[in-house]
């Protein structure tokens, strides 16, 4: 590794869902160029239009201004072809969590890359070891490991592969700051610190509810104001996706051979059902078409 932070001036985000557009958005505001990358050209402008959507009410709620908006917009260019990613000295990868899926993707651009550019996963589970392995010059891959949404909330969680070198460290910790972000260093364990944790919560929570011990609000009411958690485990769920979630607990589960990670039947239940939290007007509890809570 031998990238300084000033020498980083292109940021790839692969995936332009709920995580990698507003991952782009924040490496926009932040002054970095952002190619923003779907295999879908239609995923990718849906991304960008939903940047704009958002620093639109920014602007509306005089939050930022109108020219802070229209720089920042100039920044992201959406992609469809890895090629056009060719040059960027910082990668964040955010599809869905699939290993393969992560391996081909960082293993084709890798080639179309300098040796010395970062590789970043976003992923909330996975092994940043398994990530690296079989990839050109592993020891710049690392985890960056946001949380929803991106440009609001302050942890970011490093997570160290084996292969991972201390220079890669230093570079990913500079660009969270750079990005306002305060960080943590986390050894490559299954689930990491947050996800491991917050999961726990969450299926104990689901677990209390199918249990009749109280209601969903009650139940995040009871984080929220006996624990000054900002947003209850149930809403948290729903914010991230219960189909999420489920998978998260399935992987930890059987990576840690933990019960405390089994998932009720509650939430098997409702992902069956399509009953994905705000991205379908319907987790645990119910939302508008502004994604606003209804009860």
């Known amino acids: 590794m031998s990238l300084a932070l000033d020498e980083i001036q292109t940021c790839a985000v692969l995936g332009a ?135 609001r909330m302050k942890l970011l969680e490093l997570v160290l592969a084996a292969q991972t070198h201390p220079d890669a460290v230093a570079l990913a910790r500079a660009l969270g700051e750079r990005l306002g972000k305060t960080c943590i260093e986390v050894r490559d364990s299954p689930g990491f610190a947050s996800s491991r944790l917050g999961i726990c919560l969450a299926m ?40 999420v979630r489920l998978a998260i607990a399935d992987h930890l589960r059987d990576a840690l051979d933990s019960a405390v990670f089994e998932a009720p039947a509650l939430l098997r239940q409702r992902v069956a059902e399509g009953k994905l939290g705000q991205k379908t007007g319907e987790g645990f509890h119910r939302y508008g078409n502004d994604g606003k809570l209804l009860n």
């Open 17 to 151: 869902g709920a995580m990698g557009h507003g991952i782009a958005q924040l490496a926009a505001q932040a002054g970095f160029q952002v190619r923003l990358y779907d295999v879908s050209p239609a995923a990718a402008e849906r991304g960008l239009a939903r940047v704009r959507q958002g620093l639109d009410g920014a602007v509306q709620r005089g939050k930022l201004q109108a020219a802070d908006r229209d720089q920042t917009l100039a920044r992201i260019q959406p992609a469809s072809e890895l090629g056009a990613l060719a040059g960027a000295q910082w990668v964040v990868e955010a599809v869905p969590e699939d290993l393969a899926l992560k391996q081909k993707l960082l293993g084709e651009l890798a080639g179309l890359l300098g040796s010395s550019a970062l590789l970043a996963s976003n992923t909330s589970s996975l092994s940043l070891t398994a990530i690296a392995s079989g990839l050109p010059h592993p020891e710049r891959v690392i985890g960056m490991h946001f949380f929803n949404p991106p440009h």
């Open 204 to 243: 104990e929570a689901i677990r209390m509810l199918e249990a009749g011990v109280a209601s969903a609000a009650d139940i995040d009411r009871a984080m929220e104001l006996g624990y000054n958690h900002p947003m209850g485990p149930l809403k948290l769920t729903d914010l991230v996706g219960l189909d």
